[in-house]
């Protein structure tokens, strides 16, 4: 997939993909999801509402 040959000294552009899976692509994952976080705000109200009606499923469920 990114030029990589077990057992054999690899090329730089491996390197340079390995490097991207292992480091690039988790820190670009991270932004996406520190900005979706950023578009979705929970206020205090709104966290409230949500505890108080997991509370009541839970409840129900119980039952």
């Given at each position: ?38 578009f979705y705000p ?22």
């Open positions: 997939m990114v030029g990589y040959v077990p057992n054999h000294e690899q090329t730089g552009e491996a390197l340079m993909e390995i490097r991207g899976i292992t480091f690039l692509y988790p820190v670009a994952m991270a932004a996406l999801t520190v900005g979706l976080m950023l929970i206020t205090e109200s709104k966290y409230a509402m949500i505890i108080a009606d997991l509370k009541k499923r839970h409840q129900n469920d119980s039952v």
